[in-house]
């Protein structure tokens, strides 16, 4: 499964992206599909995750600013960002587990500044 993520940009705080992530193949066998992100000099850390029931999880740093969803007939996964801060700009992955394999997409650059 090739994933390819896509939505990122320069936006202003307080500003809204979407991000996406097209799946080359089907995502309703996938255990979980998450985004990730990684700020200069930081380590790769979890944003949001939804399982293939759909029950979802977020990082305490997200919460009530982020919506991740899933398109299962699109293969697709979204990411809402809204009320965006200057900390939330690092490069975003899209990520992708099945049984034991793991699935990671080229990122995604946000910026958000001040």
């Known amino acids: 499964v090739q994933l390819q993520a896509s939505g990122g940009g320069l936006v202003q705080a307080g500003g809204t992206l979407r991000l996406s992530c097209a799946a080359s193949?089907?995502?309703?066998?996938?255990?979980?599909m998450n985004w990730y992100r990684q700020a200069p000099g930081k380590q790769r850390e979890l944003v949001a995750g939804?399982?293939?029931?759909?029950?979802?999880n977020y990082a305490d740093f997200v919460k009530g600013r982020f919506t991740i969803s899933r398109d299962n007939a699109k293969n697709t996964v979204y990411l809402q960002m809204n009320s965006l801060k200057p900390e939330d700009t690092a490069v975003y992955y899209c990520?992708?587990?099945?049984?034991?394999?793991?699935?990671w997409g080229e990122g995604t650059q946000v910026t958000v500044s001040s």
């Open positions: 193949g089907s995502i309703s066998s996938m255990n979980a």
């Open positions: 939804i399982s293939r029931g759909g029950s979802t």
């Open positions: 990520h992708a587990v099945r049984l034991l394999a793991n699935y």
